[in-house]
């Protein structure tokens, strides 16, 4: 699976969009972008996935580039309850049983 | 979304003793599951994978001996820490996958581990 490059932290205001980059340069034609969150002391929650077309939930905004190198979650009106540490995977496929390989992620902290 | 519930959610116990963590998913099936350990301020790092009726494939450097993983049934895997010691201590989380539906994994709570 691709490699993802993602900052370390970020800040956020509440109530103002958070935006939350990825690099995944090395991605190939069938490797899909995941978004995961933890929350301090809980199991990580699924947010939303995408190949190559711009994705939206009732939790996030995916958005991904032409050329498929980078993606930004965008959390649209950021509360204290989205403080956490957001982790981007790329994978291949989004059917079957792959594992999912962590990296780093990014600690998004949103203050009042 | 679809649950998946671990159990305890956190342990206290005596090194040189065995733990046992449940894992299970309350509303899917789950042929396949994974074990993940995770220490203070780091990220998730994978341990194995389970599956249903055979044998756990464990990720390197993780000693199949010590970790046991058994799965039983199609919602039920538990992983065994055994002879326990306090380097062991970390947040153990396990997460399937609902065979029936889409691509993203579920996640259970997580179970705290402290070894003394």
């Known amino acids: 699976d691709a490699k993802t490059t993602q900052p370390p932290s970020m800040d956020c205001a509440e109530g103002r969009a958070a935006n939350l980059p990825c690099n995944h340069s090395?991605?190939?034609?069938?490797?899909?972008v995941y978004w995961y969150r933890q929350i301090h002391s809980q199991g990580p929650q699924y947010i939303i996935h995408?190949?190559?077309n711009n994705e939206t939930n009732e939790m996030a905004s995916l958005i991904i580039t032409e050329d498929r190198k980078s993606s930004t979650l965008i959390l649209p009106h950021a509360t204290l309850r989205d403080t956490a540490v957001y982790y981007c995977?790329?994978?291949?496929?989004?059917?079957?049983?792959?594992?999912?390989?962590f990296g780093t992620g990014t600690r998004l902290l949103v203050s009042p | 979304g679809a649950v998946v519930s671990q159990h305890p959610s956190w342990v206290i116990c005596k090194s040189g003793t065995s733990v046992k963590i449940e894992c299970r998913s309350l509303d899917f099936q789950a042929t396949t599951m994974f074990w993940y350990r995770q220490f203070p301020k780091q990220s998730l790092m994978l341990m194995a994978t389970s599956n249903e009726g055979s044998k756990a494939t464990y990720e390197q450097g993780v000693e199949k001996d010590k970790f046991l993983i058994n799965h039983a049934s199609l919602t039920l895997s538990t992983l065994t820490v055994t002879s326990a010691h306090p380097e062991d201590s970390s947040f153990y989380i396990c997460s399937a996958r609902d065979q029936g539906k889409g691509a993203e994994a579920f996640f259970g709570q997580g179970t705290r581990l402290t070894v003394v």
């Open positions: 995408g190949l190559k």
């Open positions: 090395t991605i190939s034609g069938n490797e899909y």
């Open positions: 995977i790329v994978r291949v496929g989004d059917t079957g049983f792959q594992k999912l390989v």
